[in-house]
Structures are given as C-alpha cells and as structure tokens.
C-alpha cells in the first residue's frame, strides 16, 4: 500500500504541476497507475477507473461538448494558458511601473509612458504572453477563456507598443465575446491604446461609448483612471481631477491610492482648491504611503493650510522645523528650505522667504531646486524690492544652474538679459550722482565720508566671520549665498552707502577685470573699464563664488594702508574737472532714458517708463533725448489721458517740427515712406522712366523689376503706375484699362490714384471717338482660337462660385485642353468671366453647349443671369474695348447659334 499510496500521490502531483498543456498525459498516467495498484478485490473500481479515463481522453477532443469536454477545457485553458499569460503581463506592468522617473514638485503621471526603447527590456515576456495565450486559443477554441485569453494578446502588444495589432486585438473582442464584462474591459484597453498614442479624439469616442454602458465595479474604476490619464495628456486637470474623485470610493489597496491621492491633491493645489488638495494630502498620509511620498506630501499640506491666524502660520513653521530636524530628511533639506521660503513668500513676509531661500540654495545637491531658490530671490528682488542689480546676479546664477528643460527657461534667460541692462543704467544714475556728489564737497570730507563706508563694511565683515564661525561649529544651514551683503534692507541713494550696489559693481568689476590684486598701476593693459566698476572695488563684498568655493574671511578686511590706498584711488577718480562733470552727466542723463525704454517697451510699465521720461526732461531741460521722451510720452497717455497727450504733442510741434518723431506723430507713414528702400527705389525709377522715355521699354522693364526687388515701401504704388504705363505701350489697350482700374480699386486712398483716374478716362475717350469714327465691327473669320465667356453682376457677389463651378466642369470633361478661368470688369456693375483658351470654333461650341445642358441647371447659374457666349481672341479685344455687349451677342446669335442649329 504504502507503494501504491505513493504512485497514486505523484499522479496528483503531476496532475496539478503539469506545465502549460500536458493535462491530458497526466491523466493518463494517473488513471493508468490507479487501475495497476488496486487489489484485484477493487475490480469494480477498476471498472470504474477505466470508464472514467475513457471519458477523459474523449474530453480532450477539441471537437467534443459535453459537461466533461467543457470542464476539461475550460479547466485547462484557464489554468495553464490564461493564468500564466496573465502573471506574466502582470510580471511586465511591474517592470513597466519601475521606469516611472517621478518628480513630486510636478504632478505626478498616472501611469508610465510607453516607448519602443523601454520595451525592448521585456521583449521576451510580451512574447511569451502571446505565445501562451494564442497556444490556449487554439488548443481550447470552444473554452470559456478565449475572449480572456486574447485580452492578454492585446495587453501584451500594448505594451510593446505594437499599437495597431493591439487596436486590431481589443476590437475583435468588442465584437466576438458574449460576456459585457470582458468587452467593455477591451475597449478600456483600446482607450489606453488611443491615448499612449496620442489619438485622443478616438480615444474620446471609445469613452463615451463606455459611458453610456452600464460596468462592473472594476471596469468603472479602471475606465475613471484612465479617462483621468487621457486627460493629463491634454492638460486638462480639471476633468483629470474629477475623474479621479469618481475612481475614489472604488479604489482597492492594490491600486497604490495613496500615490492616487496625492496626485488629486496636486491637480486640486494647482487648480486653486487648496481646502480639497489639503484633504487629499491627508488621505495620501493615511494610506503610509512610499517615504517619498510621504514628505512631498507633508510639505504639500504646509503650502495648502489655511491660516486662519498667526498661530497656524507659527505651527507650519514649526511642522518644517520638524522636518528640517528629523535625520530621514538629511537629503531633502534644500527642498524643506525652499518650500519654507514659498510659505513666506505667500504671506507677504518678502525678507524671511529670501532667507529661506538662500537657505535651500545651498542646503543641497539638486541643481533644479537651487535655481528654482535663485530664481525666486531674483524674482522678489525684481518685483518687489525694485532692486535690479541683485535681481540680476540671482538670474546669473539661476539660468546658471536650472536644467535645460525647465519651464519657461528662454523667458527667465529673456530677463536675465534685460536685467542686466537695469542694473547697467541704474548704477550708471546712482554711481554717477554719488562721484557727483563727492566731487562737490571739500577732500577732507570725502575721506571723512569714505573712512565711514570702510568701517561699516568692516563691522559687517566681523560679524559675517563669527555668523560663518557658529554655522561651521553647529553644523546648521547657515546662510552662506553669494549675495550675504546684498541682503541688507537699506535703500540709500547713495552708492556707497548702499551695499547692494557696491555688491553688484563688485561682481560687474570681476567680469571685466577678473580677479586681480589690490595693487598700484593695475589698469596697464589697453582695456578700459566703467567709472562704476572701478568705483566699486571700494567696497570688497563679502561673498563667496556662485560654485560654493568659500572666500576666506579673515583675508577679506584691508589694512589700514590698503584703506588708504583705496580712499586715494577714489578721490583721484571723482571727476572733478568740467569735461569729467559732463560725462557723469550724460551718463546719468542716458541712464533716465534708457530705464524709460525698458519699461515701456520690454515690461510694458508705463507708469515707471512716464516717472523715468518725466525725471529726464526734469533734471536735463534740453536733452538731446527731450523729442524722443516727448513723443513717448505722447504714446503712453493717447489712449488714457488724451488732454495730457495732446500737451505733450504740442511741445512737439512747437518745440521740435522737423524731428523725425514729430514727423512720424504726424504721419503714422512717415517711416515707411522715407525708408532707405524707398530712397533706393526712386533712384532706379529715374532710371527706368528715362529709359521709357527713350522707348527702350526691355530696359525699362528690367530697371522696374529690380526696384521691386528693395520690398514693399511707401514707393510702391509708384512703380505700379509705371508698369501700367509700360503695359501700355506693350500690351493690348484692354489690359492697359483693366490694369489702371485695378490699380485705383487698390489704392484708394493714394495721390496718384487721381492721375490713374485721368489715364484710365483718356483711353476712353479715346476708344469711344475711335469707335466711333469707324463704327463697331466685329470680324467675320471665326478660325483660330476661342474663348467661352459668361457675364455676371458684380453686386451679386458670386464670382467665387463660379469660377469654382467651371474649374470642376473643365477639369471632369475638357481636362486635356488645360482650360484655366480668369476674370475681368466689364463696366461698374459687371463681372466677365473667362474660359481659355479653345484651339478653334468646334470646341468652344462643343463646351458652350454641354455648359447649357448641365451647369445652367444648377447653382449658381440657376439663381442669377448670366450673359453667356463663346468668342474668337480677336474679337474679344474689340468687345472689351468697346465694351459692345448687345453689339456682340447679336453677331453672336448671327454667326454661331444659326449655324450650331
């Protein structure tokens, strides 16, 4: 027995481990052993045993539908090919999940993008899942897990981007599967595939469709997420978010809802809900979710609180303290500083959050964080502290450190340019005043003054080394940035007395000198640098470099004779003599001006441009900027204020009459019509016209074709005058008329328009007394070729329409004539339009009668009246001439309707 027990229990075995489709072996081999190992007493189960594996081996007949044909393939086809083909897809999902490069200060996507490069590292399992499945497929075609099994064909060619067999897979079982379930959970994974390929408006469709159907509970959460993901896509967080809330209650722990959580909360923080995304945080911290998560999530809180009073902004600082000092955040210090510095930003505490952010800026190793903290000083500085030389050096060393794909990355570096121009014209006004200033008073009180500075700076230098000198023992963030001087509140408008502008001529002086001694004559090379960059070597500032290298302290403070040198080195640049004087003025007076450009046409700030312009005109009555200020000025009230612009444009007027910008507040043209293209152009037309003159028309006309080649200037319609002139002697009198009635329809408004006028009525009266003189006559030879003409009035406004109806006929039944359509203004009131051209008589006629027969039942033609005629080349130039159209349509009816009867 216990040998049979023995053989009995490895025939289970082998039963339930058999591997992908040896069942049916299996079972032979399990019911063969049985029948062997039973006493002979057991010959009725014997019996039994047989019967039963007869009925096995004829269930494993494909063909076979009977209760133990089903459970037999249903069994087997559920176990071996769709179980494994569905681990397996589940094996590739993990692998597909582990690519997801998360950034939690963005929001975060739903699900991994799919590409051909990462699918190549699972190759070998999508094959496999295919191949298990199809195997299963073919082998089980009448199971109940066919639809399922080809489920997972379409999964795996998803996932391998094979995009179009994947469409192919998940619509034949929308179409063939008898269960709702399984095809509304195809057409979720169509969905999917539409959206990795970036076809939302299929994708649109396949959702709502799956809408209207009533669904599982699982179908429904998987048809919310990825809808939501379908949406992210587009950027529309609005309908993101709200799909996602549905998926909320329907959620399982498997689903990863806390990571679900906190990407509703961030759609809701950036869409403004700070309530709903603080509630959402929270439900993410319920779920312990991954540690990074988990913080991102606890910082996200702190920026969505409500504060209803001091004491909750004093617990969110507490709730960062917290973090700050917990050890498991040691990397993400730059990160806690920097939302610190958002949360105070946000209160309107501007000097706390450039703490903070000075702080994170040098609290860690990430690059994005550090120009996002440079940034935003930069940014507070700009806008709110109206201090644009430090703005300037924190753009620096943003744009410096921010990473190439940054949002908005070539808008920052927009303003770093821009500052830098501010802080060049505002010191040029501050430094300049202060060397004014000190040149005024007597030397004994410039040292007096200077000796002053030095010892402010020296006072600042001590306690920066004992501030350097505690960070360093204690081990805390301290605020090493390179701006430390530039932090002081003051606002002094004199240069050296305000630290943020020594600070800034420091680092204008490295930039151009680089990093030289303090030492005599060192301005021996043939460079030249601003009076403010010398200047501000004055005041060393206490910094250190934008790439962290520490400038030792103790090195910094001059001695007394370095003092003394340096205060000599000022006094001997203040300018002192009346050439000196004026140049620091002018580059005063150049700084106003400039600052109003920038404000005006790069910041569009009108109200400080008006302040700049205003202080110009102010401290230098006779500026040789007044008219360009005048007139800008001019500019920023016409539409506001036009009493005060009208002020301004009468200084103008009265003040300065033949400068430009008067000419151009005069006439908006000015510009254009004076260019130096137009200057260009009226030379060559002195060429061409004496040229004309001389009837070398070939001449001319080449003269006239480089002219046009200068651009359209305010000289233009000058030349187009002259090419009808020239037309005119070239060309048929038909076109010369036609030409000149274009020309005074384009340029209504034009001196010349008037001459045109007279040009376009001589040649009419001068037809009219030809025509007369020797009467009407259209010529009898009807050989050659021919044109199909149809008249039409212009006030019906259908011109367009027909001319589209005789493209279409002429292309369906004449296209190797190569027919083209144009049109000509017979009079005021009426429209020719021509088909040209017919090689002779017999086709024209042969296309003027189908054109009866078909197109004049039909729109337009069967809702206006036309004048419609076929006519030789010849005759036309007479009828156009004559513009004889009753003339012509009885010559018409003579010479071809008759004979076309």
């Known amino acids: 027995m216990p040998q049979n027990g023995y053989a009995i229990w490895m025939g289970f075995f082998t039963f339930f481990e058999t591997g992908h ?82 950034d939690p200060t963005q929001i975060l996507r739903l699900f991994p993008g799919l590409d051909t490069v990462k699918a190549k590292a699972y190759v070998k399992d999508t094959d496999e899942i295919i191949k298990m499945a199809s195997i299963s497929i073919q082998r089980h075609p009448n199971s109940k897990w066919v639809d399922d099994n080809y489920i997972q064909v379409g999964r795996a060619r998803l996932y391998s981007c094979d ?43 396949v959702f709502r469709f799956l809408e209207k159907e009533k669904l599982s509970r699982d179908n429904a959460k998987r048809l919310y997420l990825e809808k939501a993901y379908h949406y992210q896509l587009k950027n529309d967080y609005d309908n993101m ?83 700050l000092g917990d050890a498991k955040n040691a990397e993400f210090r730059d990160k806690i500083f920097y939302e610190w510095g958002e949360f105070e930003r946000k209160q309107g505490l501007v000097i706390e959050a450039i703490t ?98 030095f010892a402010a700076r020296d006072k600042k230098i001590a306690a920066s080394k004992k501030k350097k000198k505690r960070n360093d023992n204690g081990g805390g963030g301290g605020n090493n940035t390179p701006f430390v001087a530039g932090q002081s509140s003051g606002t002094s408008d004199w240069y050296f007395g305000n630290p943020d502008l020594v600070a800034s001529g420091q680092s204008e002086f490295q930039r151009i000198w680089g990093n030289i001694p303090l030492e005599d004559n060192w301005r021996r090379s043939n460079k030249t640098a601003a009076t403010d960059a010398t200047a501000a070597a004055v005041a060393q500032p206490i910094a250190q470099t934008d790439t962290g290298d520490k400038t030792n302290l103790k ?28 140049e620091a003025l002018a580059k005063i007076e150049e700084g106003y001006y400039k600052l109003g450009d920038l404000y005006y046409f790069n910041l569009n700030e009108k109200r400080n441009a008006y302040d700049s312009y205003t202080k110009l005109l102010e401290r230098f009555p006779s500026s040789e900027f007044k008219p360009e200020a005048l007139y800008k000025l001019f500019l920023i009230f016409r539409e506001t204020d036009p009493a005060k612009a009208a002020t301004y444009a009468q200084m103008l007027k009265d003040q300065f009459p033949n400068a430009t910008v008067t000419k151009i507040m005069l006439n908006p043209n000015y510009l254009k019509e004076t260019s130096v293209a137009a200057e260009k152009q009226k030379l060559i037309y002195k060429e061409a016209y004496t040229l004309f003159q001389q009837n070398n028309l070939r001449a001319a006309q080449e003269r006239l074709a480089l002219a046009y080649r200068e651009g359209e200037t305010g000289f233009t319609p000058q030349l187009d005058l002259f090419k009808i002139l020239i037309i005119g002697k ?69 011109t367009n329409a027909v001319d589209d109806a005789l493209d279409k006929f002429g292309n369906a039944q004449w296209k190797d004539l190569k027919l083209t359509t ?53 005759n036309f130039q007479t009828f156009y001439r004559t513009k004889a159209l009753d003339e012509y349509l009885t010559f018409f009816d003579r010479n071809y309707q008759k004979q076309n009867q």
């Open 21 to 102: 489709l040896t069942v049916t072996i299996s079972l032979t081999s399990l019911f063969t052993v049985l029948i062997f190992v039973l006493p002979s007493r057991f010959c009725s189960y014997r019996a039994l045993l047989i019967l039963t594996m007869a009925s096995v081996m004829l269930a494993c007949n494909i063909d076979q539908k009977s209760v133990t044909s089903n459970f037999f393939h249903n069994t087997t086809a559920h176990y071996n090919g769709f179980y494994y083909a569905r681990e397996k897809a589940r094996e590739v999902e993990k692998a597909i999940l582990k690519t997801l490069d998360d």
């Open 163 to 205: 995009f179009q067999n994947a469409i192919l897979t998940f619509k034949y079982v929308n179409t063939k599967s008898p269960s709702p379930d399984v095809r509304h959970l195809a057409l979720v994974y169509l969905l999917r595939t539409f959206t990795e390929m970036g076809d939302f408006d299929r994708g649109e469709e």
């Open 241 to 323: 978010v709200q799909n996602l809330s549905k998926a909320d209650t329907l959620l399982a722990k498997s689903d990863r809802k806390g990571r679900i959580y906190f990407i509703i909360g961030q759609v809701y923080q950036k869409l403004g809900f700070n309530s709903e995304a603080y509630n959402f945080y929270r439900k993410c911290l319920a779920t312990n979710p991954d540690y990074e998560i988990d913080f991102y999530a606890r910082l996200n809180m702190a920026q969505v609180a409500k504060l209803d009073d001091k004491r909750d902004a004093k617990l969110v600082r507490k709730q960062f303290a917290k973090m």
């Open 356 to 453: 903070q952010y000075t702080q994170a800026a040098h609290a860690g190793k990430s690059k994005r964080i550090q120009g996002q903290a440079y940034l935003r000083t930069g940014q507070l500085y700009f806008d709110t502290l109206k201090k644009y030389s430090l703005a300037k050096l924190y753009y620096d060393s943003a744009v410096g450190a921010l990473p190439k794909d940054f949002e908005n990355l070539d808008a920052i570096k927009k303003r770093q340019e821009l500052l830098g121009q501010f802080a060049k014209y505002t010191e040029a006004i501050t430094l300049n005043d202060s060397l004014l200033y000190l040149a005024s008073l007597d030397t004994a009180v410039v040292r007096k003054k200077l000796d002053s500075v």
């Open 555 to 582: 090195d910094l403070a001059p001695s007394k004779d370095e003092k003394a040198d340096e205060v000599g080195k000022l006094i001997a640049l203040l300018p002192r003599t009346e050439k000196q004087q004026k």
């Open 730 to 798: 070239t060309e048929d009198v038909s076109k010369y008329q036609y030409e000149l009635e274009t020309f005074i329809k384009k340029y209504p408004a034009e001196p010349s328009k008037a001459y045109a006028e007279e040009l376009l009525a001589s040649s009419k009266n001068l037809l009219a007394k030809l025509e007369k003189a020797k009467g009407i006559q259209f010529s009898n030879v009807l050989n050659g070729p021919h044109y199909f003409v149809t008249i039409h009035k212009s006030a019906d406004k259908i």
């Open 822 to 874: 144009s049109n000509l203004a017979l009079n005021d009131e009426s429209i020719i339009t021509m088909v040209v051209e017919f090689p002779d008589k017999e086709a024209a006629l042969g296309y003027f009668d189908k054109f009866l027969a078909q197109l004049t039942k039909s729109k337009p033609f069967s809702n206006y009246k036309f004048y419609n005629f076929v006519i030789s080349k010849e």
